[in-house]
């Protein structure tokens, strides 16, 4: 872990513009929900491996998440909220061989996160399961050698809903169990901004990104960056988001995690929030 700390603190160095954001004020509640909507921690958007309930199109991959609340609980008085649910997804990579589109790999995702939310601070605590399979087809035409891979995941996030519409998070992870044996610790950053002159009543501009180092790569770091465009029902909850992608790291497959990529594409992405919601009716 020699290198660990000191580029972590690099990239809190990188995704933190200026003290100020701390800086506490009188529109904090409303900045709070506008980010927020009605999620007690929102999912980070430039996560390449965040299942969070949406689907998701860009161009050699496709994935399917869905985030179900099991128990909710708010205090009026203290202005805190929690949150316990389900987790779930599967992403999918493809690749073409002339005229042939074919599996590349697949990752399961299963978990149990805990919320938590006072005001314009939140967190998440998730323990997880992800997996991975290679397609038969790339195994064929890559003669990569496929091994078992399955790890369950102790992960920790803290976001802060700062004046301006911003947002900033970050927080370790662990591998509480992992096969292959590698290196356990990884560490995550990130900022969402929605800029109040990009926006209207049903769209908004936004630019996020996400940092990632993780010790199993020998704390080498996942860089992703996402701007573009979300469009929101009439109460401003997000229904889909059109959006250029910039990624360079590891690639977002268990099996694969030791290669490396860079992108840069488009991707579209329908959010299923709007919908679970209208199935799962909250009263407080």
């Known amino acids: 872990m020699g290198q660990m700390p000191l580029r972590f603190l690099l990239i809190l160095l990188l995704i933190v513009p200026a003290p100020r954001l701390f800086s ?69 990579g493809f690749g073409s061989e002339r005229t042939t589109l074919y599996l590349r790999a697949a990752d399961f995702h299963a978990g149990i996160p805990i919320s938590y939310r006072k005001e314009n601070w939140s967190t998440r605590f998730e323990f997880y399961h992800v997996s991975s399979h290679l397609g038969a087809d790339f195994e064929q035409i890559s003669g990569f050698q496929p091994f078992h891979y399955s790890r369950e995941v102790a992960e920790w996030l803290v976001a802060y809903d700062a004046p301006h519409h911003v947002r900033i998070y970050g927080g370790p992870r662990v591998l509480v169990r992992t096969y292959p044996s590698v290196g356990r610790w990884a560490f995550q950053a990130g900022t969402e901004w929605f800029p109040a002159a990009l926006s209207s009543h049903r769209w908004r501009f936004y630019l996020a990104d996400d940092f990632q180092t993780r010790g199993e790569v020998a704390w080498r770091t996942n860089i992703s960056v996402e701007p573009g465009v979300q469009w929101t029902t009439r109460k401003g909850e997000p229904v889909a988001r059109l959006e250029a992608w910039f990624y360079s790291g590891q690639e977002p497959f268990g099996e694969l995690f030791q290669r490396r990529e860079r992108v840069f594409g488009a991707q579209l992405i329908f959010t299923l929030e709007p919908v679970v919601k209208s199935l799962i009716t909250h009263r407080h």
Do not use: C, H
């Not at 999912?43 to 179900?68: C, H, N, V, W």
């Open 24 to 92: 506490q004020s009188s529109a904090s509640n409303s900045n709070s929900q506008d980010l927020a909507s009605d999620q007690i921690f929102r999912p980070p958007m430039a996560d390449q491996t965040e299942p969070a309930s949406r689907i998701r199109y860009g161009g050699k991959y496709l994935d399917f998440g869905l985030a179900l609340p099991l128990a909710f609980y708010t205090s009026e008085g203290k202005n805190s909220a929690w949150q316990v649910g389900f987790l779930g997804g599967i992403a999918a």
